[in-house]
């Protein structure tokens, strides 16, 4: 794996970069901690980033990793856990009715 596909993997798990020492249940317990405050995980990766790994290679390179942290098919549901944040109601609004339900 190259370096710059490990640091947005960094970044993506853990929110910062030069977190070499998380290991599986630190990564899988700050997951955790960050969907049930109502935050993003993984984490988004800075777009510089992003562009120089490729979505592609960084979309399978984190599907891999969170597979082998076993944190596959977790989802994050709004309604009872949390309010709709602006941008949610503001997607929802632009939701064509036959969209919905």
Known sequence: MSDLVSRALQVALTGREGTEDWDSASVRAHAAEVRASGGIWPHPVPPEVRK??????????????????????????????????ADERRLLADCPPHHLG
């Open 52 to 85: 120089l790994v490729g979505a592609a290679r960084l979309q399978a390179a984190l599907r891999e990793a969170m597979a082998e942290l076993g944190v596959t098919g977790e989802t994050v549901v709004t309604g009872g856990s949390r309010p709709l944040n």
